[in-house]
Nanobody, 127 residues
Framework: QERLIQSGGGSVQAGSSLNLSCEAS????????AGWFRQLPGQGREGIAT????????LYADSVKGRFTVSQEKGKDTLILQMNDLRDEDTAMYYC????????????????????WGQGTQVTVSS
């Protein structure tokens, strides 16, 4: 059974950079169909990025486009969310998510598109 284990996050000042990691434990596949989401208390999960490594496809929400980059760490079953130029409004709990990479609909940046979820990691940005 695949598990997603997140690391990274923390408290930073506006304008800083931060990387989040998402390690897939017992991962049975050679490619990833995955996404990153964030959530504020009392609100639903907002999709911010998706990736399908089998086709080198990525998609970003307008709110993070040009500042965030999602990738797979070379040689590892680990996804990275690189976040640059962080803003106060990026403060949230961040989650990685994935599904078996067959028929990957990487254009669908919705929580119900994914089967496995990381435990979440808090990112707090202050100005």
């Amino acid at each position: 059974q695949e598990r997603l284990i997140q690391s990274g996050g923390g408290s930073v000042q506006a304008g800083s950079s931060l990387n989040l990691s998402c390690e897939a434990s017992d991962y049975s596949y050679s490619t990833f169909c995955a996404g990153w989401f964030r959530q504020l208390p009392g609100q639903g999960r907002e999709g911010i990025a998706t990736i399908y490594t089998g086709g080198a496809e990525t998609l970003y929400a307008d709110s993070v486009k040009g500042r965030f980059t999602v990738s797979q760490e070379k040689g590892k079953d680990t996804l990275i969310l690189q976040m640059n130029d962080l803003r106060d409004e990026d403060t949230a709990m961040y989650y990685c998510a994935a599904k078996p990479p067959y028929f990957c609909n990487w254009r669908k940046m919705e929580p119900d598109n994914f089967d496995w979820w990381g435990q979440g990691t808090q990112v707090t940005v202050s100005s």
